[in-house]
């Protein structure tokens, strides 16, 4: 199959050749002919796939004929996450050379004038968190009534972000006629009754999720012990022993790890830096571009965190915790060994992971050679064992720890979810916002936060009258007949 059979455009192909692109990946192949013939589309893939050109080149196709319109549209790209939503205008820098399109960035935790100038000014396609979408629509500063076509991507993480409510909402606000292209990872029942309310005799794609690891990635163990200190000493061990990293991604389960890790390593003299769901969106994106940049070399990562980020060219990874969930291992290392490109992966197994590790084992249906450390190395290890714990009690006990082992999404996304206005613009109060809104993460508050402070000891019981200070009309006698 070659891009030039699928009915783009010819200027749309120029900039297909232009970005490199030479085959067509398999969700491209199936979905872009039947959105090119304007029929609505269901693709069953996750990111990695390919999935954002399959989307990108039709709408540029269709894009040729017509103009934007001031405040009008004309096609809508909604995205559950600020990142996400920049890597698509990214995409559309890349492929949309040729068009000379307006794109407005539509997204919380940045100012809204600069966007609502655009939209003003007329946009071609608007890449939208569904909040900060709805925010302008309600101020008046965005019509949707001249939308075309519509992306829904990634419509399980909406899920699973309580986006659901403005999905609908959205939908609601847009013209019948418009087309719609829908993108899933997986079709839980909740996305299945969205897509039989908002899409019309849909062409159904679907690109198996991959349960196999490439051939290219070298698998290896490394057993840890459970006790964290000695853990991290066993990761540094293992990364002074890796003398051809370009660069890696460290995974952890838990934010709290990831947080603790890039200190831990940075204290050490490694080159490192974070991304887990407590920081600050500009603090994210510059953390990703300096990875990108090679500016340094190890990025540490919780799995939400780094979902559906496109990161390019990892030649190392390391699991500093054995995923919880077995699929979560494939999206891991996949970060390496693409494109017949050699990689290596790394996992930290402790005795306690060992049922988890076997999960994994099962759904890759490879046994994992485990890999040695040195006489030197294992004595750091237990040295460090050994040593009085100076860290906080919850990680020193080697009890099981009784708070969530892994971050939830929404616990990891929430900075991610619509922005509160400025200030300065209050807005009116929106009716509709979402069911499940995700809940402030418990574990990121010290415990005792939520506990009223304490009164003083010694402070006067002022609770009730005494009888001086009794109201009179309280001391009224009533009647009782
Ligand atoms: P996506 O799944 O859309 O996030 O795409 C993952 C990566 O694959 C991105 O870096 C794209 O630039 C790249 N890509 C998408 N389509 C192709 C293609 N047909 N050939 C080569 N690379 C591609």
């Given at each position: 199959m070659n891009f030039s059979e699928l009915g783009l455009s010819p200027r749309t192909l120029e900039a297909v050749t232009a970005a490199g692109y030479q085959t067509p990946t398999p969700i491209q192949a199936e979905a872009i002919p039947p959105a090119l013939q304007r029929r609505d589309v269901m693709g069953l893939a996750q990111t990695g796939s390919g999935k954002t050109a399959a989307f990108v080149l039709p709408m540029l196709s269709l894009l040729e004929k017509g103009r934007a319109r001031a405040r009008m549209p004309r096609t809508l790209i909604l995205e559950p996450t600020r990142e996400l939503a920049d890597q698509v205008r990214e995409a559309f820098e890349t492929l949309g050379k040729m068009h000379n399109l307006s794109v407005a960035l539509l997204i919380g935790g940045v100012?809204?004038?600069?966007?609502?100038?655009?939209?003003?000014?007329?946009?071609?396609?608007?890449?939208?968190?569904?909040?900060?979408?709805?925010?302008?629509?309600?101020?008046?500063?965005?019509?949707?009534?001249?939308?075309?076509?519509?992306?829904?991507?990634?419509?399980?993480?909406?899920?699973?972000?309580?986006?659901?409510?403005?999905?609908?909402?959205?939908?609601?606000?847009?013209?019948?006629?418009?087309?719609?292209?829908?993108?899933?990872?997986?079709?839980?029942?909740?996305?299945?009754?969205?897509?039989?309310?908002?899409?019309?005799?849909?062409?159904?794609?679907?690109?198996?999720?991959?349960?196999?690891?490439?051939?290219?990635?070298?698998?290896?163990?490394?057993?840890?012990?459970?006790?964290?200190?000695?853990?991290?000493?066993?990761?540094?061990?293992?990364?002074?022993?890796?003398?051809?990293?370009?660069?890696?991604?460290?995974?952890?389960?838990?934010?709290?790890?990831?947080?603790?890790?890039?200190?831990?390593?940075?204290?050490?003299?490694?080159?490192?830096?974070?991304?887990?769901?407590?920081?600050?969106?500009?603090?994210?994106?510059?953390?990703?571009?300096?990875?990108?940049?090679?500016?340094?070399?190890?990025?540490?990562?919780?799995?939400?965190?780094?979902?559906?980020?496109?990161?390019?060219?990892?030649?190392?990874?390391?699991?500093?915790?054995?995923?919880?969930h077995a699929e979560d291992y494939v999206h891991r290392i996949g970060r390496t060994g693409r494109a017949g490109r050699e990689g290596q992966a790394f996992t930290l197994v402790t005795k306690e992971e060992g049922k988890q590790w076997k999960a994994i084992e099962a759904l890759i249906k490879k046994e994992v050679p485990y890999f040695e450390l040195s006489a030197e190395a294992q004595e750091a290890i237990e040295t460090r064992a050994a040593e009085p714990d100076r860290q906080p009690r919850r990680e020193r006990s080697g009890k099981p720890d009784r708070r969530p082992r892994r971050e939830t999404t929404a616990q990891a996304e929430r900075i991610e979810q619509p922005e509160q206005s400025p200030r300065s613009e209050p807005k009116p109060p929106r009716q509709e916002r979402p069911a499940r809104e995700p809940k402030p993460a418990r574990e990121a508050k010290p415990a005792r936060e939520s506990k009223p402070a304490r009164e003083p000891q010694d402070a006067p019981d002022n609770r009730g009258f005494t009888e001086q200070t009794m109201p009179a009309f309280l001391m009224r006698s009533v009647k009782v007949v």
């Open positions: 100012a809204f004038e600069p966007q609502a100038l655009k939209i003003d000014r007329g946009a071609d396609v608007v890449i939208a968190t569904p909040g900060r979408l709805l925010d302008h629509f309600e101020r008046g500063k965005l019509l949707l009534t001249g939308i075309d076509m519509l992306v829904i991507d990634e419509a399980d993480r909406m899920l699973d972000m309580g986006f659901i409510p403005d999905i609908e909402r959205i939908c609601k606000l847009l013209p019948f006629t418009r087309q719609t292209l829908f993108f899933s990872a997986t079709m839980p029942p909740e996305i299945q009754r969205l897509t039989t309310a908002f899409l019309h005799n849909p062409v159904r794609v679907e690109v198996s999720r991959p349960s196999s690891t490439a051939e290219t990635i070298t698998q290896m163990l490394v057993k840890a012990p459970h006790e964290a200190k000695a853990k991290r000493e066993t990761l540094r061990q293992l990364l002074r022993t890796q003398t051809n990293v370009k660069n890696g991604i460290i995974f952890a389960n838990r934010k709290t790890t990831v947080a603790l890790l890039e200190k831990s390593l940075a204290v050490h003299g490694f080159s490192v830096g974070a991304l887990h769901g407590d920081m600050d969106q500009s603090a994210r994106l510059k953390t990703l571009a300096a990875f990108r940049a090679n500016e340094i070399t190890y990025l540490i990562a919780s799995d939400v965190a780094a979902r559906g980020l496109d990161i390019p060219e990892v030649s190392h990874v390391f699991n500093f915790d054995v995923p919880t």
